[in-house]
């Protein structure tokens, strides 16, 4: 079994930050490419940030250079730095991992279960 759970969600005014961890446990042999999505009302789930095992990151047009996205691997934890937070930010964030749970497994992918991050104008 593997677990994703979230933290750090919120409400916050705009311009104001806020940061979001997300932990990973349960059977992990390997993880490999983490990162977060979004999910606006009434709109399609969206990439905001990934990061690869090796640190390699890439970031939505509409986050760079406001968002952070990091990892811990002794941790199995990856964290997104929000600054400059916009009303349009406003959604529920998933955390994402794509990872081995045993040697012998291919990746699987698996989500968290969303934390609500909410920016007042």
């Known amino acids: 079994q593997v677990q994703l759970v979230e933290s750090g969600g919120g409400l916050v005014q705009a311009g104001g930050s806020l940061r979001l961890s997300c932990a990973c446990s349960?059977?992990?042999?390997?993880?490999?490419?983490m990162g977060w999505y979004r999910q606006a009302p009434g709109k399609q789930r969206e990439l905001v940030a990934t990061i690869t095992s090796g640190g390699s990151t890439n970031y939505a047009d509409s986050v760079k250079s406001r968002f952070t996205i990091s990892r811990d691997n002794a941790k199995n934890t990856v964290y997104l730095e929000m600054n400059s937070l916009k009303p349009d930010d406003t959604a529920v964030y998933y955390c994402?991992?794509?990872?081995?749970?045993?040697?012998?497994?291919?990746?699987?992918?698996?989500w968290g279960q969303g934390t609500q991050v909410t920016v007042s104008s």
């Open positions: 994402n991992a794509r990872l081995r749970p045993a040697i012998y497994n291919p990746d699987f992918s698996y």
């Open positions: 349960g059977t992990i042999f390997a993880i490999n490419a």
